[in-house]
């Protein structure tokens, strides 16, 4: 192997790497013995994501076709015979095409000993073939019902990602080099950063993501200039600082996710989608939710709607003079914000002239990979914790979504963290995606049942807030429809459903890249793309076809559209704390600053 192009290896000192894993078995026991100790006094179940009876079920099925379990083997064994004959002939100095390469979206193999080294060139191929064939055995079993042949691919995604040759040190050309070099310092580094990760994490491994240090909210994240004018239990509202001397006329609040802070919006100047709309002449509000802890345990769905969007619209006709706003709504924000406008319009209230919709999923039908960890024993589990606990920690949220990307999200930090003994480099993302916020009991309970389990929402009067049986169909406000292609927390062939629940007319436009990426995308940026059809069309794929792909950023496209609801820039920019509210303090106010860990 040392003789492979592209891979020395300096002779280690055996003194020192002797003593080094020495110090490394010594910090291994205490780590094991230490996770253990917090796994048995959390009681953690034996199966937390009940998948036992998913894999029973799937392995009954595939042992009753005998025959196709032999012709499966056979196809692996044939792709393995090939990628033999290949890494044979390359011994030999032929040219030879692989056997299998990486997908062009996948990071792992990017050092260039996978491609140059004979060696790690078969490693990667072997492992690609045998995840593929693994992967697509698993998806040929027939018989199974929908959820559990998807909980059955997730975990086996999750099986093979935690596999890869990436993830261990002798088979990563690059983790081997630093090994040697640093004579295994790198592996006592990781184990220290490991153990770092799971004492911050009360036990649980707590990924560090990011340079946890090198931001702070007001500091240098969420900066642009405002003030709170209005707090309740629930809820903080923002009023921005006018940045131009004439503003439009009709307000824009901006009801953000529960789920997690609300500075995805407002992470630096240059990405900011709040600034961006505070330039372009918009009196711009924003709902920074609490971070709830035990005490507002018996917060309720309804509770959030009355105590957020209906008591910021009130606030704002207090703080402007003006009675009709426009709305935006960001993922679980604007599924908040459908249930609102239909509690509107069964009451007959109109102040609301337009919705946006950011990557918002109003229809459950089709969850996407998040329905993984939604059933009735998981719910069930999870109403038990939540009810001694009077909350959702942050953290289990998170690891979920954290779980949908764990290449990106999980391995890449294990192999960066704790096989090269590295620090995550400072990302503002990053350090948002782990600053979690809690989820009071009572609401979080109502909305995996009511919405992804039984999908009551697409029902009329399927469900009822506030008194009020709520029916979409009512909605005949103005809708801008935003989702991402790449979305891997809403799938955008679900968003479409608002194109035929709402009775008022509808613009959906579909976005590049993902949940966040494809939202978060400033004009300046000059990065993606997005499709448009103003044509509807009764199936996502039809409409997807007719679309006219445009480059750049949607936020013109959507900035547009909403003048005509604003209205044009004629009045005097509105400073907060001018008009019926008092100034509270300075944005980003106190409830973003609560952390959940």
Not at 148 to 160: D, G, I, M, S, Y
Not at 234 to 254: C, F, G, H, N, S
Not at 584 to 594: E, K, L, M, R, T
Request: charged fraction near 25%.
């Amino acid at each position: 192997m040392a003789n492979q192009p592209g891979f020395e290896m300096p002779a280690p000192d055996d003194e020192s790497v002797s003593g080094s894993m020495t110090d490394t078995a010594e910090r291994c026991q205490r780590l094991v013995t230490e996770f253990l100790t917090h796994r048995a006094a959390a009681g953690a179940s034996p199966d937390p994501f009940n998948i036992g009876n998913a894999f029973l079920e799937m392995t009954a099925r595939m042992m009753s076709d005998p025959a196709k379990m032999v012709q499966a083997q056979m196809s692996l064994w044939q792709d393995y015979l090939g990628l033999w004959q290949s890494t044979a002939g390359r011994m030999l100095g032929q040219e030879t095409a692989p056997a299998a390469t990486p997908e062009a979206r996948d990071r792992r193999f990017r050092d260039k000993d996978w491609d140059e080294n004979a060696l790690f060139d078969f490693i990667k191929q072997s492992y690609l073939l045998t995840a593929r064939w693994l992967q697509a055995t698993v998806e040929d079993v027939h018989g199974l019902d929908d959820e559990t042949a998807r909980k059955v691919e997730f975990f086996t995604r999750q099986f093979v990602n935690a596999l890869s040759p990436t993830n261990f040190v002798m088979t990563n050309p690059e983790v081997l080099r630093a090994t040697i070099e640093s004579r295994g310092e790198n592996l006592v580094r990781g184990l220290g950063n490991m153990l770092e990760d799971l004492e911050r994490g009360n036990g649980r491994l707590a990924i560090k993501m990011t340079d946890l240090d090198a931001f702070r909210v007001g500091g240098n994240i969420a900066v642009t200039p405002g003030k709170v004018v209005f707090r309740n239990a629930l809820m903080e509202l923002i009023q921005y600082d006018p940045a131009t001397p004439k503003v439009r006329r009709r307000p824009l609040l901006i009801v953000p996710p529960w789920i997690n802070k609300f500075y995805i919006l407002d992470l630096r100047p240059e990405n900011s989608l709040i600034k961006w709309a505070v330039d372009q002449g918009h009196t711009v509000f924003v709902v920074s939710w609490v971070n709830p802890d035990e005490a507002l345990a018996e917060k309720t769905f309804d509770d959030y709607m009355v105590e957020g969007p209906l008591a910021a619209i009130d606030a704002i006709e207090k703080a402007t003079g003006e009675a009709r706003i426009n709305a935006v709504g960001y993922c679980v924000g604007g599924t908040l914000l459908a249930c609102t406008l239909a509690y509107m319009a069964a009451r007959g209230d109109e102040r609301i002239v337009s919705a946006t919709f950011l990557a918002a999923m109003v229809d459950f039908a089709e969850a996407g990979e998040l329905a993984v960890f939604i059933d009735e024993v998981q719910v069930a589990r999870l109403e038990e914790r939540m009810k001694e606990r009077g909350y959702l920690e942050g953290r289990e949220m998170a690891a979920s979504f954290n779980m949908m990307r764990d290449n990106d999200l999980i391995w890449s930090f294990v192999v960066n963290n704790y096989l090269l003994g590295k620090d995550p480099f400072p990302f503002d993302l990053l350090y948002w995606n782990a600053d979690t916020t809690r989820i009071p009991a009572a609401m979080h309970g109502f909305y995996l049942r009511k919405m992804y389990m039984e999908n009551k929402l697409v029902t009329p009067g399927g469900i009822s807030l506030a008194g009020v049986p709520i029916d979409l169909g009512k909605i005949k406000t103005p809708a801008y429809v935003v989702s991402a292609r790449d979305d891997h927390i809403v799938p955008w062939k679900s968003t479409y459903a608002h194109t035929r629940l709402y009775s008022g007319p509808v613009r959906f436009m579909l976005a590049a890249s993902g949940h966040i990426a494809g939202i978060v995308n400033p004009p300046a940026a000059d990065k993606y793309c997005h499709w448009i059809n103003a044509k509807k069309s009764k199936n996502p794929d039809t409409w997807f076809e007719g679309a006219t792909r445009h480059e750049g950023s949607w936020w013109p496209d959507w900035h547009k559209w909403l003048t005509t609801h604003a209205g044009r820039m004629t009045v005097a920019a509105r400073v907060p704390g001018d008009g019926g509210l008092t100034v509270i303090g300075d944005a980003p106010g106190v409830y973003v600053q609560a952390r959940a860990d």
